[in-house]
């Protein structure tokens, strides 16, 4: 499953909003209608997993961790403790809870953007201002790309 593109959208009063048609196919296509809603760990964006990258997820946070590894436990706890079960209504909408908003900075206009087995959900202006630069982009995809970093990182 691999979500790619990006796509506005409005938000209404409720926090209603309607998930993009190419990414409800996606979900439709793999037989995906639970989903889980968090705030990105990194950025100030909300994600959407899928229940099966969830449980992936959750699954890789557990085996790096036991019962007594206190940091490791913490770090579950955090990023289980707020996500959200989701699902697409009748309509192919999702209700952003407001606590999510407030903490990404959505009002009422969002960006959808599909990242590899995940959907982002930033601000329209958070989302502008993070995929405007493009010489940055470059830069990143030079430096993790060259030859020299790639044969660093086979060595390692």
């Not at 790619?4 to 793999?30: C, T, W, Y």
């Not at 990023?79 to 990404?104: C, H, K, N, Q, W």
Request: charge should be negative; hydrophobic fraction near 40%.
């Amino acid at each position: 499953m691999r979500f790619i593109g990006n796509f506005d959208a409005k938000v209404d009063e409720k926090g209603r909003v309607f998930v993009p048609s190419s990414f409800r196919k996606i979900l439709q296509k793999n037989e995906t209608d639970h989903l889980i809603l968090r705030r990105d760990v990194f950025q100030k964006c909300l994600v959407l997993f899928p229940q099966e990258i969830w449980d992936e997820q959750v699954d890789a946070i557990t085996a790096r961790t036991n019962m007594f590894d206190r940091q490791g436990r913490d770090a579950l706890r955090r990023f289980v403790a707020s996500a959200e079960p989701m699902t697409l209504d009748s309509g192919g909408r999702i209700l952003l809870p407001r606590r999510y908003m407030e903490e990404a900075n959505i009002h009422s206009e969002v960006r959808f953007i599909g990242v590899d087995n995940t959907i982002e959900i930033w601000s329209r202006q958070e989302a502008d201002s993070l995929l405007d630069n493009s010489e940055n982009l470059a830069d990143m995809l030079e430096e993790m790309m060259s030859p020299k970093t790639c044969q660093q990182q086979e060595k390692e």
